[in-house]
């Protein structure tokens, strides 16, 4: 539930345009779309790219393809780098009522100082100088560094809210507006005046926002404006997967990664790859909510959630990684019709035993195992990667001494080469059964004993068709 709710919800997801979005992000998004479909609201998609040195061009629309397919409506989308002059108009505006000051301190002096709680010497220009500098830094006329701060209480107990910058020069071009600016807003600057401006009644925040939440309300008293309802949640602590998009961004330049949707990756890219569901993402989210307290994300929680929504569609079939071969004696050809899935009725697929099989167990001499779906052998030899054995026909439940376990198979005959990729980087690389050609990219199924894959490409390059997969989850 939200507090304060007037006659209109408005609020906004504001992620900058430095890559797509990743699982962190999710939370933020999916609370917003969540409280603003409850009220009838209204949910803006702020892309923060005032920093040109974190953004990456091909981000903007990857942000919006993200969005959509979590399933994320927005209501209007709305870039910062378009609203300079707006950061420029309520900037001088500042400086004219006498709350901001241009400073060309050395950061350095400038920090001992802040730390000593004592103003520096730019704090007593009078608004004139101050206004006649804004112009020169605008118009790029000044020599070394230059910062507009804010006017706050100079002996503050926290240093870092002393007197804290709004604007400051950067001479990197923008992708999108080339050299056109080379003065930017800082966030705690463009935040209030756009929260402000676009009418936002609720922003959800993390915790570690807590201090510029204070900051910008130094912003808000000084243009005498409502703030919105700021609410701060808890840190969520996601283990695992990279999620810095500059690192991401780097690996992929390097050709540690093969893009952002590397199943590595904690990008949404990579969880779609590799067959999880949105809506999976989205359960997961809610169940977290916006409680207070830190709380550490659970992959199995998320798993768990998507396991839930393919395993109904999800088909099944035999997967052989390090594969071994397995002649076996004395049993007849037959054909098997199994179910492609155990409740539901999907179709079957064909498995022709005659003789000659792949399995990925190493399997011991003198031991009975059982094949799944077919009979008991008997291991007799084995000669490197290859098994020879023998069909036994006692019960395999009733026999207790030197029985093995059950272990699936697939016929070599027309075995389809394939390869499955995991989010730790392993592959494993074998075969499927034949029937698994019929398959579709982007279709979910279930290896049995192995684990969901997503089918990501089938090659007949080599003539020899190959099947590419990413493996979900057990």
């Known amino acids: 539930m939200l507090k304060n709710v007037g006659d209109k919800v408005v609020m906004r997801f504001a992620p900058n345009p430095s890559g797509p979005l990743h699982i962190g992000h999710s939370r933020a998004v999916v609370l917003n779309d969540y409280f603003v479909k409850k009220y009838g609201g209204k949910l803006i998609l702020r892309l923060e790219d005032t920093d040109p040195k974190r953004v990456l061009p091909e981000a903007y629309d990857m942000i919006k393809e993200d969005l959509e397919w979590l399933g994320i409506k927005i209501d209007d989308t709305v870039i910062q780098s378009d609203r300079m002059e707006i950061y420029y108009k309520y900037g001088k505006k500042l400086i004219e009522m006498g709350n901001a000051y241009l400073c060309q301190c050395d950061p350095e002096g400038f920090r001992e100082l802040k730390n000593k709680g004592i103003p520096c010497k730019c704090r007593d220009n009078s608004i004139e100088a101050n206004l006649e500098l804004w112009e020169k830094m605008l118009n790029n006329q000044l020599e070394g560094t230059c910062v507009v701060r804010l006017k706050t209480d100079i002996k503050h107990k926290n240093p870092s809210i002393r007197d804290f910058p709004i604007f400051r020069i950067e001479t990197t071009p923008h992708p999108r507006t080339g050299d056109k600016y080379i003065v930017y807003p800082l966030m705690n600057f463009s935040v209030p005046i756009d929260d402000h401006l676009l009418g936002m009644s609720h922003v959800l925040r993390g915790k570690d926002h807590i201090v510029n939440t204070e900051k910008q309300k130094y912003i808000f008293d000084y243009f005498k404006w409502k703030m919105p309802e700021y609410i701060h949640y808890g840190i969520l602590k996601i283990e ?235």
């Open 240 to 474: 695992g997967p990279i999620l810095s998009t500059s690192k991401i961004h780097e690996g992929i330049l390097k050709g540690t990664y093969d893009g952002w949707d590397d199943p590595q990756l904690g990008t949404l890219r990579a969880l779609k790859r590799r067959g999880i569901r949105p809506e999976a993402i989205y359960k997961s989210m809610m169940d977290i909510g916006i409680k207070q307290a830190d709380v550490k994300f659970s992959w199995e929680n998320l798993y768990a959630a998507n396991k839930d929504i393919i395993d109904r569609d999800a088909k099944r079939f035999f997967f052989v990684w390090d594969p071994k071969v397995l002649n076996i004696e004395g049993a007849e050809l037959r054909t098997l019709n199994l179910r492609m899935h155990p409740d539901r009725d999907l179709g079957t697929r064909e498995l022709i035993f005659d003789g000659t099989l792949y399995v990925s167990d190493n399997l011991e001499v003198g031991k009975m195992y059982r094949l799944m779906e077919l009979f008991n052998i008997v291991v007799e030899d084995v000669d490197g990667d290859v098994i020879y054995a023998k069909y036994h026909s006692e019960d395999f439940k009733i026999l207790k001494e030197n029985r093995g376990k059950i272990i699936h198979w697939i016929p070599v005959k027309d075995a389809i080469k394939t390869k499955v990729i995991c989010p730790n980087g392993k592959k494993y690389e074998g075969f499927t059964e034949k029937d698994f050609k019929k398959v579709n990219v982007d279709e979910i199924v279930q290896f049995e004993r192995f684990g969901f894959v997503r089918v990501d490409n089938k090659d007949n390059s080599n003539k020899n068709l190959e099947i590419t997969c990413y493996f979900a989850h057990k």
